[in-house]
């Protein structure tokens, strides 16, 4: 879905959401209360630029409207594979943009992520991934690597993780295997606002990514591994 189509299903025409290249932002209101977005488009490469403009309208908001809840849309391509970014420290970046999404969640803003086209890599792992719940809209693409490629770095057979990825989300791309893993918390279907409201109000303010996974079958040793690390500790 385009975002200008789905921040009018939101929050109406009027709903002064702007687009700076491949970067979204604006306050909205919402039931009443004011909303902060930011997002990108266009399936954007997230380089060394667009993760601090990301991560300074984090900042920007906490500073200037504490506990205010941010909804991120996302849809990237993943991090800016370039060569230029690599010397700047894309690395560094990028933890500095997922380090102002949890210390926004920490001072008490509620952190909505919300794949809306695409989430690959890097890209969704420090956005959407680090928020309070990270939903998706049914027809959004998030994989973290294609097949071919998980082929060339694992050294296994394509035709095996082609197999593999028939009944183990774990090895499959799609926005249901990650729902099934607990990446997704939930679809967004037909009520927009609704699922919208639902998420402000009840979204886990802790992480439940792998009791999700656990429950929902995707997922299935996780939860257990972290709790045994934990009673060893």
């Not at 996302?74 to 420290?89: K, Y």
């Not at 490629?149 to 050294?155: F, G, L, Q």
């Not at 990446?183 to 409201?197: E, I, K, Y």
Request: glycine share 10%; proline share 5%.
């Amino acid at each position: 879905m385009n975002w200008n189509d789905l921040a009018t299903r939101l929050f109406g025409q009027a709903h002064g959401i702007v687009q700076d290249g491949e970067f979204l932002h604006g306050h909205v209101r919402f039931d009443g209360r004011p909303l902060t977005v930011i997002g990108t488009t266009n399936h954007a490469p997230i380089g060394v630029a667009l993760a601090l403009t990301q991560a300074r309208a984090v900042l920007d908001t906490m500073r200037e409207h504490p506990g205010r809840p941010i909804l991120l849309l996302i849809d990237t391509q993943g991090q800016q594979l370039r060569r230029r970014d690599e010397l700047l420290g894309i690395n560094r970046a990028m933890a500095h943009l997922g380090m102002t999404i949890d210390l926004a969640r920490r001072r008490g803003h509620r952190m909505l992520g919300l794949v809306y086209d695409q989430a690959l890599s890097g890209g969704f792992i420090t956005s959407g991934l680090i928020a309070d719940a990270c939903d998706a809209l049914p027809e959004a693409e998030i994989r973290v690597m294609r097949i071919p490629a998980m082929a060339r770095v694992t050294k296994l057979p394509e035709a095996m993780l082609t197999a593999l990825s028939a009944s183990n989300p774990v090895f499959a791309p799609g926005v249901e295997n990650y729902v099934a893993m607990g990446g997704v918390r939930r679809l967004w279907r037909d009520d927009l606002p609704g699922a919208l409201r639902e998420a402000l109000e009840h979204a886990p303010v802790e992480d439940r990514r792998a009791l999700d996974g656990a429950a929902r079958g995707g997922r299935r040793l996780a939860a257990a591994v972290i709790q045994r690390v934990l009673e060893a500790a």
